[in-house]
DNA sequence: CCCATTTACTTGACAACATGAAATATCCAG
DNA sequence: CTGGATATTTCATGTTGTCAAGTAAATGGG
């Protein structure tokens, strides 16, 4: 069955998988810096661009909505992230990041060494190249 | 700070992180459909291919070793997992994937749809090129 | 309008994963 | 042989994840 599969196939998926392993590294490891959790920090960017029903948070990082009260209650606690009565539908509660939340999701992102050193030795036209490339990958043929 | 950043990085960096995102969910699909969680398929990836001390498996999912002992715990009560003694020194645990292991381990594997769906678009020359831009990025000169 | 159903969120119980500190057994250098 | 380092485990604790049950509010058919 896997035999299916060419070795430059094969390649590239242990090349994105290396890819992967190393952005999730560096991810964690900025997130720590700022004493955030993995998922925090994700919820935080979320967040960041702009408030969100729990809901909608639990759909982007693909888990359960009971598990995304937890997530913000710590990021309330800390008062990075507010909890805010949706107008249009009572039911719905929605997380906002406070300007302390933006700010310290800001330092984070720029912190993020995998957005420079690794492509930082990639030409312009390779960077060029490879947006195309993945973009294609995922589907996305604007 | 993190004005530093070209528009075309931050669209590869953001690009990536979709990847990285894609790639997760599909993994731990394909584990969850062996009843494996995620860092339960990893572990195994890893002794499919040869036996290794505990340690060594901390060291390559950048965990504590004390993290390891569970992981394997549960995987040994299943049976795809055994410790074995090291003849060489006799503090090191050895875990090595059964025959059952490293059968589920290649299953799970080439289920891994991640591998062949977004791929299959790309064509020969496209593949090639990513393999060598993503090389080069990782710092592959080989 | 009213009631049944659906939707949004929270709570509680529980399992997996992760860290750090302490205990045990073994190795190794002096 | 002894003291210090190393490999693993155990324990305490915290975060993340699931699922089931509960509350509150919206919605639609009669």
Redesign the interface.
Same mark, same amino acid.
């Given at each position: 069955?896997?035999a299916?599969?060419d070795p #430059?196939?094969?390649? $590239? %998926?242990d #090349?994105?998988?290396? $890819? %992967?392993s190393?952005?999730?590294?560096e991810y964690d490891a900025a997130a720590s810096k700022h004493q955030l959790t993995g998922a925090q920090a994700r919820v935080l960017g979320l967040l960041a661009l702009e408030p969100l029903p729990m809901r909608r948070i639990a759909e982007q990082l693909?888990c359960e909505p009971s598990n995304i009260t937890g997530i913000v209650d710590r990021l309330e606690a800390r008062g990075l992230v507010e909890r805010r009565p949706d107008p249009a539908d009572r039911r719905v509660k929605l997380a906002a990041a406070t300007a302390e939340g933006r700010q310290t999701y800001?330092?984070l992102?720029?912190s993020?060494e995998?957005?420079?050193e690794?492509?930082a030795?990639?030409s312009?036209a390779?960077?060029?190249?490879?947006?195309d490339?993945?973009?294609?990958?995922?589907?996305l043929e604007a």
């Open positions: 069955m896997a299916r599969i #430059l196939t094969r390649e $590239v %998926v #090349l994105i998988g290396t $890819v %992967v190393r952005y999730h590294s693909k800001e330092r992102r720029s993020l995998f957005a420079r690794p492509l030795q990639l312009a390779e960077r060029t190249a490879l947006r490339i993945l973009r294609h990958m995922l589907g």
